[in-house]
């Protein structure tokens, strides 16, 4: 493996990438899958995101949906 697909690709990266998705599932079980990774992908290309980029853009929107959350706004209403 090269030094791209280790910082980018890597087991480890998968894995916390999973992890967080498995964290939103639970968290927003009312929310399918196809749903979370539009909303925190934001438009982007779903194809040739890297899944490093994958796991920061589904960290973000966790932070997003909780921040929400601690200030009392429907995130369906934003």
Not at 43 to 67: H, K, P, S
Request: glycine share 6%; no cysteine.
């Amino acid at each position: 493996m090269n030094a791209f697909d280790l910082k980018h690709r890597s087991p480890e990266v998968k894995a916390q990438t999973l992890r967080t998705l498995a964290t939103l599932v639970e968290r927003y079980p009312n929310l399918r899958l196809g749903q979370l990774i539009a909303n925190a992908i934001a438009g982007r290309d779903l194809f040739n995101i890297e899944d490093d980029e994958l796991g920061f853009a589904l960290n973000r929107l966790f932070v997003t949906y909780t921040q929400f959350e601690a200030a009392g706004i429907d995130r369906r209403k934003v």
